[in-house]
């Protein structure tokens, strides 16, 4: 998928636009294909991060879009017969050098490299960038929670990234509502009273108000909860 900008240019300047691009990506084809793959898949040719960005001369969204279609296609052909992908997190991550803008890599990489590929790690590291380059999303902190709570069976590990998304603008409740959840499971209670409460002064929903509000009680009461005992 090309993202395509709106120049606001027509005529001569957009023929002499489309000119100068095509010169570009013809430089930058011909010396990217110099460089040999680093580590072996022969139908690739992507140098390592540092050098790609200078090959780019300045068109760095442009090829940015031609390796996404590149990493794509390498996914949709590993899908189709060996699920094998020990290029797609590279392939991503030079995606990202090239224009940290372009934020559907950080989604895509964040979730099918963690529930496709197995590599939780990679899917991380990559969404550790994607809060960096986009600090008040809560997807990405919840996605890394996720998959140190889902993948890795580590909530310890996960409340800090799901208590960072839970505070973030547009967060959905149910993000509130986990976080309390694992508190409790983990016997911290205080924390999941402070997390219950604020959903309860936030939502509006009168089902769901008096839901929290038992859940409130229960702690404040020091009743156990079935539904957090194991």
């Known amino acids: 998928m090309i993202r395509i900008k709106s120049e606001g240019k027509k005529g001569v300047l957009a023929v002499c636009m489309a000119a100068t691009l095509l010169f570009g990506l013809v430089q930058t084809q011909r010396k990217l294909v110099t460089y040999q793959p680093v580590h072996g898949e022969s139908l690739l040719y992507l140098p390592s991060g540092k050098y790609l960005k200078p090959l780019a001369l300045g068109y760095d969204q442009v090829v940015a879009d031609l390796l996404w279609m590149k990493t794509i296609s390498y996914f949709g052909g590993h899908f189709m017969s060996d699920k094998q992908y020990p290029w797609l997190a590279h392939m991503l991550n030079l995606i990202i050098d090239l224009d940290p803008r372009f934020d559907f890599p950080y989604y895509f990489g964040g979730i099918v490299l963690s529930l496709e590929a197995s590599q939780i790690e990679e899917?991380?590291?990559i969404l550790e960038r994607g809060i960096e380059a986009y600090p008040?999303?809560?997807q990405y902190p919840f996605y890394i929670g996720f998959n140190y709570y889902y993948h890795k069976k580590d909530?310890?590990?996960a409340l800090p990234y799901l208590e960072k998304a839970a505070s973030l603008p547009r967060v959905p409740a149910f993000v509130k509502s986990l976080v309390a959840r694992l508190y409790e499971k983990s016997g911290?209670?205080?924390e999941a009273l402070h997390f219950y409460e604020e959903i309860y002064r936030n939502t509006t929903d009168e089902m769901i108000r008096q839901k929290i509000k038992e859940k409130i009680d229960r702690i404040k009461s020091g009743a156990e909860d079935?539904?957090?005992?194991?």
Do not use: L, S
């Open 226 to 230: 079935e539904n957090t005992r194991h």
């Open 188 to 190: 911290k209670e205080e």
């Open 155 to 157: 909530a310890q590990r």
């Open 136 to 138: 008040d999303r809560w």
């Open 123 to 125: 899917a991380n590291k």
